[in-house]
């Protein structure tokens, strides 16, 4: 008789997650997983093929999570600075996560960003402001807004500034405007260096 599963998959991503919001990718190993479940880490190896496995399911499950609970919801009525909005409200209710999935090397910050601008892009194409700008002065949009929120949710997440909602709300809001209206262009080259022409 084939002994039944005592540790499942959802378990096994919840305690990973769990890891991951306290202590970061750096701690991301099949042990401390283990341990947080209380169990060997053989359950881990019967569910994932490896960690890498593991590491991406979770960060897909967390990016599904924030692009359908977070990422979404509406505040102002612009969708775009809800986003911004939404972005800086994870950043500082859920700094650790934040901090591992966006900032840290070994959190696939780049990954994240890519999946960030995929959500903006979808986001502002339902937007007539947005969805009928050429692509070069969309893609300033997004550097300018990005930079903006990013900076703003890392200041704000780290304790360093701690602007009232509706002044964050502002500056999302100016920024967008600025960069829409006065068609300021944000290039970014192949290294990440910003140049603002």
Known sequence: MARKKTITREQILK????VVA??????????NIATKMKC??????????NMDDLKQTLIQDIFDYLSTEVFTRE????K???FGLNYIDFATSEKRLYRALYLEDSGNGELMQETSFEWFKKVSSTDPEYAELPSEQFQSVYMGFWIMTTGLASLMSAGIINPTRDRTIEILED???TI???NVKIVVDINHSKEIL
């Open 80 to 82: 775009l600075v809800d």
């Open 15 to 18: 305690a990973a997650h769990e």
């Open 40 to 49: 060997s880490t053989q359950p881990i190896y019967l569910e994932f093929k």
């Open 22 to 31: 306290s202590e970061g990718f750096s701690k991301f190993t099949a042990r």
């Open 175 to 177: 920024t967008l405007n």
């Open 75 to 78: 505040v102002t009525g612009n």
């Open 180 to 182: 829409v209206h006065d």
